[in-house]
């Protein structure tokens, strides 16, 4: 047996309500909507990672998602120019990554993340 996907679903009240933010600023494209459920992705080939944690790092809470970009300062302007408030860096941590965290519209710690070695 393999796994051939794993999908993260997050509870929101309002589905349409995250496309702003997972469309225009991620650049995610909306996969399927069932008015009840909303599903972004991209067709892009992606590693496939779960993650447990117990902290988020620098002593920061743990992210309910973490977005990999090649770019992040791209998507921390984005972020700021969508209206959203970053809670955390932007900050170059030493296991070689640049990252930020903002909440989503449904309330989700989504850590925006670049690896830099």
């Not at 009240?13 to 972004?40: K, N």
């Not at 770019?71 to 969508?82: I, M, Q, R, S, T």
């Not at 209206?83 to 955390?88: I, L, M, P, S």
């Amino acid at each position: 047996m393999k796994v051939r996907r794993i999908v993260a679903n997050i509870e929101t009240a309002d589905p349409a309500s995250v496309a702003r933010f997972y469309e225009d600023v991620l650049g995610l494209d909306l996969l399927m909507d069932h008015g009840w459920i909303a599903t972004y992705g991209s067709q892009a080939t992606m590693p496939l990672q779960v993650s447990f944690a117990s902290e988020g790092g620098s002593g920061t809470p743990v992210p309910g998602l973490s977005v990999e970009v090649d770019d992040v300062e791209a998507a921390y302007h984005a972020v700021l120019k969508g209206g959203y408030a970053v809670e955390y860096g932007p900050a170059d941590e030493p296991w070689g990554v640049r990252r930020f965290f903002v909440r989503d519209p449904a309330g989700t710690l989504v850590n925006i993340v670049m690896h830099t070695r």
